[in-house]
């Protein structure tokens, strides 16, 4: 008898042993502590990788390394739609659109371009003052270039004056102008604000430059323009289209196939994307690199530990684990993602994105739609379970569309975001969001660790969950979810 039991237990670890999957998880078991995680962000965040910009030499380092860290772990990478652990996502660099005007009435600066159409030569132009809704009466501006005054001589803030050049660019095109040019002479930090936005290049995932209405803004010395409304003169003008550059990138992707002979055909997904913002000007401490530690070097390191606990404790739903190029440019690397699935989007129950902005409440970890899926309870529970209180986005701002779990809900996909814990855009926030003070060496890692262990065990009670998480009944994306999945 002794000889059977003797032998019954040792058929029982070898099975164990052999088959992870008949392990049973336990919160208290994951393999997650702050020294660990401090490590992983020291590389992730670190100046060498140059703020991880999208076709930069840095940020295909960080997809290597995290192929290669998720492959350390015994995550597969998928079987069809990669190139090992990377899906290559096609982006196309838009160059900012060039402008420049020639006129004796006034002496300019410098030309910024806002939206550009070919425009070359000598053109018939009519000045309208501020360009108010009664200058744009009945005045004959079909084909000619409409010039104004930024802003509406009221108020001389950067928003009152970007509104009122839409209210102009809307009359003039309606009216049949050319192209409208403003002269600005507000303040110059405005200026070199705008400058940086809409001169430096830009990602999309089109290989063409949309033509539009061309809008330039010139800055003057000073705002004081001999010309009265109504006068009609010569100017020379040159609008250049953006030249377009194909840039190459990755999605990285690892698989963990489920333990259910059925439930393993769902896939729940776990994202967060890798890119930042580079490199930019130096701030006062001479720091010049956008590390990004929190955004979303936390977002990363949460969605990689939970491969390594998924290699050891598998869910009876299958797990993908998605690092997702491109979020700070447009969310285009999981647009591109939705466009192209590597898994079958309709195979795909759940996805559960990880973005940070920042950290001003080391209580709770918000869940960016929260109500909005029936998997609320158990982002309730995992976050108890490690002392802290699941919450709901708390600013009115419209998070969840925000970031690349809205391409996923678009389709149909349920997919709420989770974030370190806040209460608002304060000063805690701003301070390091889209900052160079976002570095490894101010993060809160015994928070951190809490945070990643509750994300963990969420995928867990949902990966194993007998029902399938779904839309809360009359979400706004609950009838493309009824269409993706046929219900």
């Not at 290597?64 to 660099?93: C, D, H, I, N, R």
């Not at 507000?186 to 209405?213: C, I, M, N, P, R």
């Not at 970890?365 to 998997?375: E, F, N, Q």
């Not at 419209?398 to 997919?415: C, M, T, Y």
Request: proline letters at 4%; one cysteine or more.
């Amino acid at each position: 008898m002794f000889q059977s039991i003797k032998a019954f237990a040792l058929l029982f670890l070898f099975f164990s042993c052999a088959f992870p999957s008949m392990a049973q998880f336990n919160p208290k078991n994951i393999d997650v502590n702050p020294v660990k995680l401090e490590g992983q962000m020291n590389f992730f965040a670190s100046d060498e990788l140059r703020g991880r910009d999208v076709g930069t030499p840095e940020i295909d380092i960080a997809a290597k390394w995290l192929a290669a860290t998720m492959q350390s772990f015994g995550v597969q990478s998928p079987k069809t739609g990669t190139s090992g652990y990377f899906q290559e996502v096609l982006l196309y660099k838009k160059s900012a659109p060039t402008a420049k005007v020639s006129a004796e009435k006034w002496e300019a600066r410098a030309s910024l371009a806002f939206s550009a159409n070919r425009i070359s030569g000598q053109q018939e132009a009519i000045f309208l003052g501020y360009g108010s809704e009664k200058d744009f009466e009945n005045t004959a501006i079909k084909g000619k270039v409409v010039i104004t005054l930024a802003g509406n001589g009221e108020s001389g803030d950067l928003r009152s004056n970007m509104g009122a050049m839409q209210q102009k660019k809307a009359l003039a095109e309606q009216k049949g102008a050319k192209a409208l040019v403003e002269l600005y002479s507000g303040d110059a930090k405005d200026w070199d604000k705008l400058d940086h936005h809409y001169s430096s290049d830009k990602l999309q995932l089109e290989s063409t430059a949309v033509e539009e209405f061309p809008v330039v803004w010139q800055q003057l010395d000073a705002g004081v323009v001999d010309m009265n409304p109504g006068t009609i003169f010569e100017i020379e003008m040159e609008v250049t289209l953006p030249k377009m550059t194909l840039v190459k990138s990755k999605n990285v992707i690892g698989i963990v196939e489920g333990t259910d002979a059925k439930l393993k055909n769902e896939f729940v997904l776990y994202t967060a994307h890798y890119d930042h913002i580079g490199v930019g000007l130096p701030n006062a401490e001479g720091d010049s690199i956008y590390n990004g530690a929190r955004d979303n070097g936390s977002g990363v390191l949460a969605v990689l530990n939970a491969a390594e606990q998924m290699t050891k404790t598998p869910t009876k739903r299958s797990a993908a684990f998605l690092f997702l190029t491109a979020e700070e440019k447009g969310i285009l690397g999981s647009k591109w993602y939705v466009e192209h699935p590597v898994i079958p989007l309709e195979n795909s129950v759940f996805v559960l994105n990880n973005d940070s902005g920042g950290l001003n409440d080391p209580s709770t970890i918000t869940v960016i739609g929260l109500h909005r899926t029936s998997a609320e309870r158990h982002f309730v529970k995992a976050a108890k379970t490690f002392n802290l209180t699941a919450k709901k986005d708390p600013t009115n701002f419209g998070l969840f569309d925000r970031s690349d779990n809205v391409s996923f809900a678009q389709k149909g996909i349920p997919a709420p975001m989770l974030s370190l814990g806040f209460t608002g855009f304060d000063e805690e926030i701003t301070k390091y969001y889209h900052q160079q003070a976002d570095n490894p060496e101010n993060m809160d890692y015994e928070y951190l660790n809490q945070y990643v262990k509750a994300f963990i065990y969420s995928g867990q009670l949902i990966g194993n969950d007998k029902k399938r998480p779904y839309w809360t009944s009359g979400d706004k994306y609950e009838n493309a979810g009824n269409k993706l999945y046929g219900f």
